[in-house]
């Protein structure tokens, strides 16, 4: 399996402008999450899903932010508009839902809004 | 609220010593604490980890020291290596939340030669 896939790598927008991320979990494995890394905030979760549903989504930081897995292959998470404080490292993970709780990390989607 | 608190913030260490990094959480519900490993540009990676009812884990050069009264845990490089140098994360998390992991704020570990 070549791991969690994220894309784009890398992505510069401007401030207003719609942003989609996307996430290739690991075949078979139930459980999907997003997180944010920032210098200031860390590692923070936004949303996880488990079986294609969202569980908890208290970490989305604001309206602007939705998040979708529309099957058990693909997720996508949004940011409509885009502003300059969205910056970050966005990284997607998935584990399986087995009692085995070790989650896989994608290499991040480095976001940059000017 | 962070309920898991990490130190140092950076540390530089000559190889062949020892690396040692601290947690402590809150939420006593918590039942999993990873470590987690990145390089710059990559993701983390589990690196080892612990259950509340172990005290100590050992895999190669890495140890994870439990204290279950006084809510801590930590983290033991031995022999520490330059290819070592990475930033290390401890977390935290509980079945009840669907182990969704609660992380520290991460020590960035350099390994001089």
């Known amino acids: 399996d070549a791991g969690v896939i994220q894309s784009p790598r890398h992505e510069v927008t401007e401030m207003g402008q719609e942003v989609t991320l996307r996430c290739k979990p690991i075949s078979g494995h139930d459980y999907l999450f997003w997180y944010r890394q920032t210098m200031m905030r860390g590692l923070e979760l936004l949303i996880y899903f488990n079986n294609n549903v969202p569980i908890d989504d208290s970490g989305m930081p604001e309206d602007r932010f939705s998040a979708k897995m529309p099957n058990a292959s693909f997720s996508t998470l949004k940011i409509q508009p885009s502003e300059p404080r969205d910056s970050a490292v966005y990284f997607c993970a998935s584990r399986p839902g087995s009692r085995n709780t070790e989650a896989f990390f994608g290499q991040g989607t480095r976001l940059t809004v000017v | 609220q962070q309920q898991v608190k990490q130190s140092p913030q950076s540390l530089i260490v000559q190889k062949g010593g020892i690396s040692i990094i601290n947690c402590a959480y809150e939420?006593?519900?918590?039942?999993?604490f990873p470590w987690y490993q990145q390089f710059p540009g990559k993701g983390p990676a589990l690196l080892i980890a612990i259950r509340p009812d172990v005290s100590e884990k050992k895999e190669g050069r890495f140890t994870i020291s439990f204290n279950k009264s006084a809510k801590q845990f930590s983290l033991h490089i031995m022999d520490s290596q330059p290819g070592d140098s990475a930033t290390y994360f401890c977390a935290a998390s509980m079945k009840a939340a669907g182990n969704k992991l609660t992380f520290g704020g991460g020590t960035r570990v350099l390994v001089k030669p």
């Open positions: 939420n006593t519900a918590f039942d999993y």
